[in-house]
């Protein structure tokens, strides 16, 4: 499976990003997709995740601000992010679950101040 993400950038704080990430290629149906995080000095961190059925998981640090959803038909899973805040910065990476886990190159999100 491979994971394309896209959308990162450069942004003020109280803007709006949105992430996408596409899964193609795999024998295996996906189960859960979602988002994670690391920025420089910290663990990766889970950021938001939606399986198949379409329950969701959020950071507490995102509740409220992100959302995350899913096309099954095009396993393709998108973050939108609000009210950006400069803690938001970190590279961005996509993950996606079937037998195996698969993990995206990553994209990064700044927020300026």
């Known amino acids: 499976v491979q994971l394309q993400a896209s959308g990162g950038g450069l942004v003020q704080a109280g803007g709006s990003l949105r992430l996408s990430c596409a899964a193609s290629?795999?024998?295996?149906?996906?189960?859960?997709m979602g988002w994670y995080r690391q920025s420089p000095g910290k663990e990766r961190e889970l950021v938001a995740s939606?399986?198949?059925?379409?329950?969701?998981n959020y950071a507490d640090s995102v509740k409220g601000r992100f959302t995350i959803s899913r096309d099954n038909a095009k396993n393709t899973v998108f973050l939108q992010m609000n009210s950006l805040k400069p803690e938001d910065t970190a590279v961005y990476y996509c993950?996606?679950?079937?037998?195996?886990?698969?993990w995206g190159q990553g994209t990064q999100v700044t927020v300026s101040s």
């Open positions: 993950r996606a679950r079937s037998i195996v886990v698969y």
């Open positions: 290629g795999g024998d295996f149906s996906i189960n859960s």
């Open positions: 939606i399986t198949s059925g379409g329950s969701t």
